[in-house]
């Protein structure tokens, strides 16, 4: 299979391709031509990019997409025959049967290429590899959660830290489930079409009742984590709403929060829920350090930033070092870095906390107002960089190549 792939990036894969005088958009032509394979009959299977047919319940064809909007797909049995759009491509290496399409082809409008003429631009940046949802996570996620009931009070996620949180904006799956007792937090995208307002489910983080793995808290198999988030207040409304391809407006969340308060991006699911629950702000769960950016930057194109009191990044106090001195995690110089890309404001604990300290540790020492005076401090980044000296002096940029991973 790595040869494949290999010779499929390397040598020109089609007999005949017209000059495209279009550019196509990656997510947009593999949601397409899904679209297009399903139509003919292929049936997806929990591999991505990988399907079945009423013959043979294994995968048997296989779909790539590459950077510049080229859909391929192969048979590993080599008797591909699908439908128009689909033409006939280049073998590859070892002789099996390729076909193709474009986003001309499936119909999409694209955006108009450069003509021949112009003079040579610099190398595109990358496309990262797209994946879809998985279904099936997402029917399980949605039909256990209209069947859930509100998290008891004791649930070990609600008692940490000396902070007591309300579960009623989070479900435990039910009875019968084989993670019954188990918290859900659904997990939401921007439509990979780029449709405004929509979001997509795209996972459910587990907030275990106990540790097990040496952890509490694990992602849902089959959960897309990068640009995804946890709103709050009423992940229900997103929830209810959704349609059967896991697609829902963020109109119906944006109807329940509260306007008039700032919309706070931060780490981890607890950390949302003290800084709703305390009156500070709206909150949207990153689950990660490392994908702040990512959801920073769409609610500033979007214009969502627009429609609150304010936006404000707030990290965890990460100040922990190493015997040499470099800090141990990158979450808070990456949320400066944040804070400067975006223009928002920035929060970071007061510089007494423990190494650690996030909103649900702040509500546990000094109550609910204490979560709102770190959540007012925000400040320009700038500003804060100066402020907190005690970090950022010795920060230095190759710290931040390392690449933090997501909560589990």
């Given amino acids: 299979m790595d040869q ?4 499929l990036d390397k040598v020109p894969k089609f ?3 017209p000059g495209q005088l279009r550019s196509y958009d990656p997510e947009q032509v593999w949601r397409a031509a899904d679209a297009s394979l399903r139509a003919a009959g292929l049936i997806p299977s929990r591999l991505h990019g990988r399907y079945c047919d009423a013959s043979d319940q294994k995968p048997v064809y296989k779909l790539l997409v590459s950077n510049d909007g080229l ?7 080599s008797d591909i025959d699908l439908p128009v759009p689909w033409r006939e491509g280049r073998p590859i290496n070892d002789g099996k049967k390729t076909m193709f399409v474009t986003g001309r082809d499936l119909g999409l409008d694209g955006d108009l290429a450069a003509s021949r003429t112009s003079p040579a631009l610099p190398r595109p940046v990358k496309v990262p590899e797209f994946h879809s949802a998985d279904m099936d996570l997402n029917r399980d996620s949605i039909k256990s959660w209209m069947a859930a009931e509100i998290p008891p009070a004791d649930h070990r996620h609600l008692v940490k830290a000396n902070a007591v949180l309300d579960g009623s904006d989070l479900r435990v799956y039910p009875r019968g489930h084989r993670y019954v ?3 859900m937090a659904p997990m939401f995208r921007p439509d990979p079409l780029g449709r405004p ?3 997509e489910l795209c996972g459910v983080q587990h907030l275990m009742p106990k540790v097990a793995f040496h952890t509490d808290k694990l992602m849902a198999k ?3 984590t990068v640009g995804a988030f946890v709103p709050f207040p009423a992940p229900d409304a997103l929830m209810k709403a959704i349609a059967s391809d896991g697609l829902v407006s963020m109109q119906d969340w ?4 509260d306007k008039t308060k700032p919309l706070v991006i931060c780490e981890g699911v607890a950390t949302g829920l003290a800084i709703q629950q305390s009156g500070a702000g709206n909150s949207l769960c990153a689950l990660s350090s490392n994908n702040v950016m990512a959801v920073a930057r769409w609610v500033k194109q979007t214009g969502m930033s627009d429609l609150f009191s304010g936006v404000v990044i707030a990290t965890d106090h990460d100040i922990g070092r190493t015997e040499s001195g470099r800090l141990k995690s990158n979450a808070i110089p990456r949320a400066l870095e944040d804070a400067k890309v975006t223009g928002f404001a920035l929060a970071v604990p007061p510089a007494a906390s423990q190494v650690g300290t996030d909103a649900r540790d702040l509500l546990g020492q000094g109550g609910p107002q204490a979560v709102r005076n770190f959540i007012s401090s925000a400040a320009p980044a700038a500003d804060v960089e100066k402020a907190r000296a005690d970090i950022f002096l010795s920060v230095k940029k190759d710290q931040l ?3 933090p991973e997501f909560e589990r």
Avoid at 71 to 77: E, M, W
């Fill in 254 to 257: 944006l109807a329940v929060a």
């Fill in 197 to 199: 307002g929509m979001v």
């Fill in 181 to 183: 007792g188990t918290m």
């Fill in 4 to 7: 494949e792939l290999t010779a």
């Fill in 71 to 77: 859909a391929t797909a192969f048979s590993f049995r």
């Fill in 222 to 224: 089959g959960s897309l």
């Fill in 401 to 403: 190549a390392a690449e």
């Fill in 15 to 17: 007999s005949s391709v």
